[in-house]
């Protein structure tokens, strides 16, 4: 429940970024999202962190099972290079 809601609240930020982006203090407190890429990327951190969030998931989704977790491993990391 708490991954989903950071999630949620990393989105919201990233979606006003463009709008918010002169303000000092908001570009300052998100410069971990933005920091990286060109402002027409504004996207993309949000895309990392779920792709991050994702990969850290597969063991809990998975804990006994190595197969399992190859498989979801390769699935989410191909997914994402194709998304790319």
């Keep these: 429940l708490y991954v989903i809601g950071i999630m949620v609240v ?6 006003r970024a463009p709008r918010l982006f002169e303000n000092p203090n908001f570009r300052e407190s998100t410069k971990f999202l933005f920091i990286k ?14 792709r991050s969030t ?26 994402t290079l194709v998304m790319h």
């Design 10 to 15: 990393l989105c919201v930020l990233a979606w």
């Design 37 to 50: 890429f060109q402002p027409c990327s504004w996207w993309y951190g949000v895309f990392l962190l779920t």
């Design 54 to 79: 994702l990969l850290a998931m597969v063991t809990v989704l998975s804990p006994n099972d190595a197969y399992a977790q190859f498989l979801l491993i390769v699935l989410i990391l191909v997914s």
